[in-house]
Each structure stands twice: as structure tokens, then as C-alpha cells.
């Protein structure tokens, strides 16, 4: 027979285990539950979409003055609507030009929601921050740049980002300049999601940053930036700048190397003869970069120098100065074959002769 402690212990743990069922089959009925309402709620709120949607389009192709259009969406669109209808003009907005990005711009302006923007970016949580940041980068609004550049000191990098990226949007010599001084100051959001802001406006910010890369404006970590963004948008207007770094006499290895490659992106010919010169720096790191950059620009006329540069005695400048050969078709690939088979055992052993002289890069199986 079981000792009267042991089955109390049993019944306890038993009830526990029910009670415990019991919880879990009741918050699975919750849980349920609430998706539906969810559910319901999301289908009231597109259907007050679509019924939106039909009056913008008619205004956005409609003759009528932007000031006609605010006034109707006021007067047409039911108050429980508005939510709805700010959607609407949003997801017109982030698609549209000219004219019509015009007349939305205005009416969000005129029928508040700007107002609402602004007073989210300045008073909200940081998750309403950086969603109102996003509104008014898409609607161009530039009565909120102040209160924008004022977030770029926040400690959140979400509301810091969608600013930045609100203010490229905008565009405004005041938004602008507002994210070049960002760029200079020492800020902590990483360096690619400012990059991510600059590519996307290349238009607007590629003259500011020409400016920034005259030697002795920038250093460091900003001046690498640049430079690699610089290379990424594939501005040509660029290419003296960076060839000015090429010489030696002052920047360092880090930042003669990143110009050098930036060169290469850019594919202007007009580099083939300083980064041709770049192959006798005292740096492994800028020789390499040389190396590679010449054979994205099949710069034919370095062959000879790449041929010399084949008995570096950095590696690393042997890869990349053998697949630059590579990339100079057949005059290219007959150097590189008469380098590795006359003197450079070691070297040959180490790239793969096989896969070199065939144009394959390491690691690519061949089939």
C-alpha cells in the first residue's frame, strides 16, 4: 500500500499536471482567438484601403490643382478612413514622380499628417520615431528636416538611420548638408548603412563627396568611406581625386590600397598608368590592390609590369597580379604561362597553374 505522504505527493502532482493542460489548451484558445480578431480587424482595414485607393488614383490623374485634392480627400474620405488613407498616399508615394509625388506631397501636408510625423519623431517611442522618420522621407517633406537632423543625435541607431535615410530622400541643401556633417562627426552607426544612404542618392551626394576627398579634408575610417563609396558608385568625375592618392607621398598603405581598388571599379582607363606605377610601392597591401585593379580595368598595356610583379615576394600580390594576367586575354595568359614556367616553381604550386592559366579562381572547380 502506498504511504499517505507518497499519494498526497501523487495527487498534487496530478492536479498539477491538469491544471497545467488546462493552461496550455487555454492559451492556445487565446492565441487563436486573437488571430482571428486580428484577422477581421486587417480585412476591415484593407477594405477601408480599397476604398481609398480608387479616389487617389482619380486625383493623381485628375487635371485638378493639388489644393483641389486635399480639399476633396478631406471632404470625401470618412474620419475612421484617414489611417487608411494616409497608407494609401504612402505606398503611392514611395512609386510615383513629378507632378503627381508633387501633388502628394502636398495633400499629406495639408491634410496633417506631416504634423503627426513630426510630433512622433519628436515626442514618440523609438520605433514611432524611426516609422514617422520614414513617412516623411518618402513625402519629401521639407518642413521637417530641423526636426530630423535633431534624431541624428539619438542613441538609437533605427531612429539614426531611417533620418538619415529620410533626409536623403528629401534632398534639400539643408538635408544634404545636414548628412555630410553626420558622416564627419563621431557617430557610432556602422559604416555600411551610411554608405547604403549615400549609393542610393548618388546623384546628390557624389559632388559632396569629390569635395571630401581632396587630399588632407578627411582621414581615417570617414576618408575610407569615401573612397570606397566613391569606387561603388563608379564616378568618373572621381578618378583624379583618387589618383592623386596613388603617389605615396602621404597617405598611408590603407588608404593608397582602397583608392587603388576604388579605381578599378570605376573602369576609367585613365588609371592604368598610375596604378601600373603602384606596382613598385613599398606596400604588399597597395601592390596587391594595384595588381587587381589592372586586371578589372584589362589595362593590356601593364602586361609587362604584371609579368615583373609575378615574382613579388608578397603572395598575395603573386594571386592577384597571376589573375590579372588572366583577365588580358591571350597576350595576358601567354606571359603568365612563361612566368610560371621558367623560374617561380613555388609560385606556381601555390595559385594552381592549372587553374590560373585557364582564367579559373581558386576554389572553382574547373567542371
Not at 482567438?33 to 477601408?48: G, H, I, N, P, Q
Not at 606605377?277 to 587587381?292: Q, W
Request: hydrophobic share 50%; net charge neutral.
Amino acid at each position: 500500500m502506498m504511504p499517505p505522504i507518497l499519494a498526497h505527493l501523487v495527487n498534487v502532482l496530478s492536479f498539477a499536471i491538469v491544471l497545467l493542460l488546462v493552461a496550455v489548451v487555454g492559451l492556445l484558445a487565446m492565441l487563436a482567438l486573437m488571430r482571428v480578431v486580428l484577422a477581421r480587424r486587417e480585412r476591415k482595414y484593407d477594405a477601408r484601403k480599397e476604398r481609398v485607393r480608387p479616389l487617389v488614383m482619380d486625383l493623381m490623374t485628375a487635371d485638378g490643382s493639388p489644393e483641389e485634392a486635399a480639399w476633396k480627400l478631406d471632404h470625401l474620405v470618412a474620419s475612421r478612413d484617414k489611417k487608411a488613407l494616409e497608407q494609401v498616399l504612402l505606398a503611392n508615394g514611395r512609386i510615383v514622380k513629378g507632378p503627381e509625388k508633387e501633388m502628394l506631397t502636398y495633400v499629406f501636408e495639408a491634410l496633417g499628417f506631416v504634423d503627426e510625423d513630426i510630433e512622433n519623431v519628436t515626442r514618440g517611442s523609438d520605433m514611432k520615431k524611426a516609422e514617422s522618420a520614414f513617412h516623411l522621407g518618402v513625402m519629401k517633406s521639407a518642413r521637417s528636416v530641423p526636426y530630423l537632423l535633431r534624431e541624428l543625435r539619438s542613441s538609437n541607431q533605427a531612429v539614426v538611420f531611417a533620418s538619415l535615410n529620410a533626409l536623403s530622400h528629401i534632398g534639400t541643401p539643408e538635408a544634404i548638408s545636414g548628412v555630410m556633417d553626420f558622416m564627419t562627426s563621431d557617430h557610432k552607426l556602422r559604416s555600411s548603412r551610411v554608405a547604403e544612404v549615400l549609393l542610393e542618392k548618388k546623384r546628390e551626394f557624389a559632388p559632396l563627396i569629390r569635395e571630401r576627398l581632396v587630399i588632407g579634408e578627411a582621414r581615417g575610417e570617414l576618408l575610407w568611406l569615401l573612397i570606397d563609396v566613391a569606387g561603388a558608385m563608379r564616378d568618373t568625375e572621381a578618378v583624379p581625386v583618387l589618383i592623386a592618392y596613388l603617389d605615396g607621398a602621404g597617405p598611408d598603405a590603407m588608404t593608397v590600397s582602397k583608392a587603388a581598388r576604388a579605381l578599378g571599379s570605376i573602369g576609367d582607363q585613365a588609371a592604368c598608368a598610375p596604378l601600373t606605377n603602384a606596382l613598385r610601392d613599398g606596400s604588399p597591401l597597395v601592390r596587391a590592390a594595384a595588381a587587381e585593379a589592372l586586371g578589372h580595368l584589362a589595362c593590356k598595356d601593364a602586361i609587362g609590369a604584371l609579368t615583373g610583379a609575378i615574382h613579388d615576394v608578397d603572395l598575395n600580390v603573386k594571386v592577384n597580379v597571376a589573375f590579372a594576367l588572366t583577365k588580358l586575354g591571350p597576350r595576358g595568359h601567354e606571359a603568365l604561362t612563361a612566368s610560371l614556367s621558367v623560374g617561380e616553381a613555388s609560385v606556381a604550386e601555390a595559385l594552381g597553374t592549372a587553374a590560373v592559366r585557364s582564367g579559373v579562381p581558386l576554389g572553382v572547380d574547373p567542371r
